[in-house]
């Protein structure tokens, strides 16, 4: 499998299966966050987290703490969180705001809004010594590169490859379509998230979140249940149920309908599943919602724009995006088995209050401490890791219509819905990334 340090890695990763070591080894996945976290652009936050000079928020990248900020001159960057002192990290909280200049709590040291050092206590000390503050040594070192799409902040820590725009290509439509759907064509970020540790590796969560089988198989008790009280409300009331209900019902959707979806692979990764909720009732909320629509875009715009139709959009290797429930998870793998996803979700500039309880019914249905759904995903998540883990057997089968689907113009797309096409995408990409070609 491995030789001199170096990865197999079309014995690792070939057409149709790949070996459970690339779950569950610990120098793979080192590799990983090296050659592929710390290596391609990431989702770091939203600018609207950011909003005054001082405000921050922090997260990881790979394995490097970050602070993205927003600078005395309105520019949003990205800094590691080390104090170049003794290494403090210098934020410990998610968000806050810093003031003019971030203070370690250390040894008191200050740095400017851009990571450059201000000032420093008992500063003669220094005085014939090599020590000097215009040396980036002396200062916070920023990202390598920092670029937004539509508002949604990226960072890559590694110089050189392809600009933000084109390394998303087809993923745009994730913030796109979130954007689009906005009367004023930008969202807000809801200030706070769910942040849940899965037992179990990041690629796990990424595969499932395109996997088109597992919803009427792992949710089709809650949506069984869901569909009876939509249909006990229909008798009781004569009314329609409230659309939260159809997000949970909607996972009765036979296994013949998700065969008639598609799912798209693009380059570097990223991948796409076509919607299936039908997401476009005409209870009073969306009409009111379709009319202020309108006002902005007009009538042929709009149609265009609510006739998006996708369910998820994978930006690999670290975003999952529902653009029309206005919500995105984010990946942040911590071990083999442990990844930090935060799951965020946002406000339509512009649309009716009630669009936006809408999209929190299905954020809170979906991942709260309470859900009925992200629940059975975590144990099957967890049930899969342990079972990788085990010498039952050495690897996952990922056949399913393998060599079906079909390139158009670079981009992939599946021979049916249940096609295991986005696996495969994935981990193509991944290996690209792992032997350095990426
Ligand atoms: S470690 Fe930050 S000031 Fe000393
Ligand atoms: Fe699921």
């Not at 598609?262 to 991948?271: I, N």
């Amino acid at each position: 499998m491995a030789s001199n340090g170096k990865l197999d890695l079309d014995y690792l990763v070939q057409p149709d299966r790949v070996h459970r070591s690339c779950y569950t080894d610990a120098d793979i996945f080192a590799r990983e966050l090296e050659a592929l976290f710390e290596h391609t652009w990431i989702y770091v936050g939203h600018e609207s987290q950011v909003k005054q000079a001082g405000d921050y928020a922090t997260t990881q990248i790979g394995r490097q703490p970050v602070i993205m900020v927003r600078d005395a001159d309105g520019a949003v960057r990205v800094l590691y969180n080390r104090c170049p002192h003794r290494g403090s990290m210098l934020c410990n909280e998610l968000m806050g705001n810093a003031g003019q200049t971030f203070t370690c709590s250390y040894h008191a040291w200050q740095f400017n809004l851009d990571g450059s050092v201000y000032a420093i206590p008992a500063k003669q000390g220094y005085d014939n010594t090599r020590f000097c503050m215009e040396d980036p040594d002396a200062s916070m070192k920023p990202a390598a590169q920092v670029e937004s799409y539509r508002g949604f902040v990226f960072a890559k820590l590694s110089e050189g490859g392809p600009d933000l725009v084109t390394f998303l290509g087809g993923a745009r439509m994730a913030f796109d379509d979130m954007c689009d759907r906005a009367p004023e064509g930008e969202v807000d970020i809801v200030p706070t998230c769910f942040r849940v540790i899965q037992k179990s590796n990041w690629k796990i969560f990424l595969e499932n979140q395109l996997d088109a089988l597992h919803p009427s198989v792992t949710h089709g008790a809650v949506g069984k249940v869901a569909t009876d009280v939509e249909e006990a409300i229909r008798q009781e009331t004569g009314q329609e149920p409230p659309l939260k209900y159809h997000y949970l019902s909607a996972f009765t959707t036979p296994i013949f309908k998700w065969e008639g979806l598609e799912t798209v692979g693009h380059p570097h990764g990223h991948c796409v599943l076509q919607g299936y909720m039908g997401l476009r009732p005409q209870d009073s909320d969306t009409l009111a919602y379709e009319d202020v629509m309108r006002q902005h875009y007009g009538a042929e715009r709009t149609e265009e724009i609510l006739g998006v139709n996708v369910h998820h959009v994978l930006v690999y290797p670290c975003l999952s995006v529902q653009s029309s429930l206005q919500q995105l998870r984010a990946v942040r793998p911590l071990a083999p088995d442990r990844t930090l996803t935060e799951i965020w979700h946002f406000r339509l500039k512009g649309a009716p209050e009630a669009i936006y309880r809408r999209s929190l019914d299905y954020y809170n249905l979906v991942n709260s401490p309470s859900t009925m759904v992200n629940a059975d995903d975590l144990y099957n998540f967890w049930r899969c890791h342990e079972g990788l883990r085990s010498d039952g057997g050495d690897w996952v089968s990922f056949h399913r219509n393998a060599g079906m689907d079909h390139d158009k113009d670079g981009v992939m797309h599946s021979a049916t819905g249940l096609s295991e096409l986005p696996m495969r995408h994935m981990f193509g990409a991944w290996k690209q990334y792992l032997g350095g070609a990426a």
